[in-house]
């Protein structure tokens, strides 16, 4: 999906939602004149998330109808989570507030998170800017220099919460493959983690493909070691894939559905139930006036079709197998002992897992 698709993809629902709202006596052009329209943004400023959103912000006023005001707001809190609880319980649904969250809280909330309040299945669904892939890297210090490597040796990486990319990676893979990833929690998001591991307070990182590579200087002085993507089709036929690894169906199984999130990209939603039977008739309308040339950027309009999605609908039973796969002690990692993780850092224990919480 094109930046310009996805910017119909989000005139259409606004108009829609403008129209589905009390404020039925008037046109989209008349409900949005003079008013302010939020982003809600959960990411801290400065990420993939932060700047697609601006960059989205910035041209998408003169295409709505009436030109209202975006105004972007960063709700970083609990890796997101508090930003998609907004959106669902708390924000306007009159076509005045959507936003952004990790494309990892539709598998969270399959898995039962506890502080996540909101109905993946209920929010309107406009589109992605793009479909980044992952990638886990280690620092050229690091006696970590292969994928082999991560299941023989510890490798202290970064962590922003369980929810956050950052996390989420090495974890489950703790859980699901006996790696040997030791995760310092405290980093507020990508910018944050990748200076910790140029000082050398990590040693390296799972993070997104395209961020890590962005660090040209550090590419070109080899001080990356690329070690695999997350994903079961690796995009460079250089770096492996971790389900190489994989042994069981089981396994597989797990890695599919959470590493499934990557289908939702960086997604942006209303948070609207009035909004559907109308979409129809305003989409064809009023997508006719939005197309316009732009940068293809890799994403996709609309409601993600499988993964996390199809998840997210199944019966009781099925999540319960899923989280049981998920605790299950059998496949946890056991941490590493008897490593220092410096000063800035406290260790805390969570059944087999030794987690370090950094301090602020």
């Given at each position: 999906?094109?930046?310009?698709?996805?910017?119909?993809?989000?005139?259409?629902?606004?108009?829609?939602?403008?129209?589905?709202?009390?404020a039925?006596?008037?046109?989209?052009e008349?409900?949005?004149r003079?008013?302010?329209?939020?982003?809600?943004?959960?990411?801290?400023?400065?990420?993939?998330?932060d700047?697609g959103?601006?960059?989205?912000?910035?041209?998408?006023?003169?295409?709505?109808?009436?030109?209202?005001?975006?105004?972007?707001?960063?709700?970083?809190?609990?890796?997101s989570?508090?930003?998609?609880?907004t959106?669902?319980?708390?924000?306007?649904?009159?076509?005045?507030?959507f936003?952004?969250?990790?494309?990892?809280?539709?598998?969270?909330?399959?898995?039962?998170?506890p502080?996540?309040?909101?109905?993946?299945r209920?929010?309107?669904?406009?589109?992605?800017?793009?479909?980044?892939?992952?990638?886990?890297?280690?620092?050229?210090?690091?006696?970590v220099?292969?994928?082999?490597?991560?299941?023989a040796?510890?490798?202290?990486?970064?962590?922003g919460?369980?929810?956050?990319?950052?996390?989420?990676?090495?974890?489950?893979?703790?859980?699901?493959l006996?790696?040997?990833?030791?995760?310092?929690?405290?980093?507020?998001?990508?910018?944050?983690?990748?200076?910790?591991?140029?000082?050398?307070e990590?040693?390296?990182?799972?993070?997104?493909?395209s961020?890590?590579?962005?660090h040209?200087?550090?590419?070109?002085e080899?001080?990356?070691?690329?070690?695999?993507?997350?994903?079961?089709?690796?995009?460079?036929?250089d770096?492996?894939?971790i389900?190489?690894?994989?042994?069981?169906d089981?396994?597989a199984?797990?890695?599919?559905?959470?590493?499934?999130?990557?289908?939702f990209?960086?997604?942006?939603v209303?948070?609207?139930?009035?909004?559907?039977?109308?979409?129809?008739?305003h989409?064809?309308?009023?997508q006719?006036?939005?197309?316009?040339?732009?940068?293809?950027?890799?994403?996709?309009?609309?409601?993600?079709r499988?993964?996390?999605?199809t998840?997210?609908?199944?019966?009781?039973?099925?999540?319960?197998?899923l989280?049981?796969?998920?605790?299950?002690?059998?496949?946890?990692?056991?941490?590493?002992?008897?490593?220092?993780?410096?000063?800035?850092?406290?260790?805390?224990h969570?059944?087999?897992h030794?987690?370090?919480?950094?301090?602020?």
């Amino acid at each position: 999906m094109t930046v310009p698709k996805l910017r119909a993809a989000a005139i259409t629902a606004i108009a829609v939602v403008a129209a589905a709202s009390d404020a039925r006596a008037q046109t989209p052009e008349e409900f949005y004149r003079g008013k302010q329209v939020r982003m809600i943004v959960g990411h801290p400023t400065g990420g993939d998330y932060d700047i697609g959103g601006r960059l989205l912000a910035k041209h998408l006023s003169r295409h709505v109808p009436g030109h209202p005001t975006i105004v972007v707001q960063n709700l970083p809190t609990a890796a997101s989570i508090a930003a998609a609880n907004t959106l669902y319980n708390t924000a306007p649904k009159d076509g005045t507030v959507f936003g952004s969250f990790s494309r990892n809280l539709p598998s969270q909330a399959v898995l039962g998170h506890p502080s996540l309040q909101a109905d993946m299945r209920r929010f309107e669904w406009l589109g992605a800017v793009s479909l980044p892939s992952r990638i886990c890297v280690s620092w050229h210090t690091s006696r970590v220099k292969t994928a082999q490597d991560v299941f023989a040796h510890a490798l202290i990486v970064p962590g922003g919460g369980a929810s956050s990319g950052l996390s989420i990676v090495p974890m489950i893979l703790n859980h699901a493959l006996n790696t040997k990833f030791r995760i310092v929690e405290g980093y507020k998001a990508f910018p944050d983690a990748m200076l910790a591991l140029q000082r050398g307070e990590v040693e390296g990182l799972c993070n997104t493909y395209s961020q890590i590579v962005a660090h040209e200087e550090l590419m070109r002085e080899r001080k990356l070691n690329l070690l695999f993507y997350s994903e079961e089709t690796a995009a460079r036929p250089d770096i492996p894939s971790i389900f190489r690894f994989v042994k069981t169906d089981e396994q597989a199984q797990l890695l599919r559905f959470v590493f499934s999130s990557t289908e939702f990209g960086r997604p942006y939603v209303f948070s609207a139930g009035r909004a559907g039977r109308s979409r129809r008739g305003h989409a064809r309308r009023v997508q006719g006036r939005a197309r316009r040339p732009g940068t293809p950027a890799g994403g996709r309009e609309g409601e993600p079709r499988h993964g996390a999605a199809t998840a997210a609908g199944r019966d009781g039973a099925d999540r319960q197998a899923l989280r049981d796969r998920a605790a299950d002690p059998r496949r946890r990692a056991q941490a590493p002992a008897g490593r220092d993780v410096g000063d800035r850092s406290l260790r805390r224990h969570s059944g087999s897992h030794e987690v370090a919480v950094r301090n602020p």
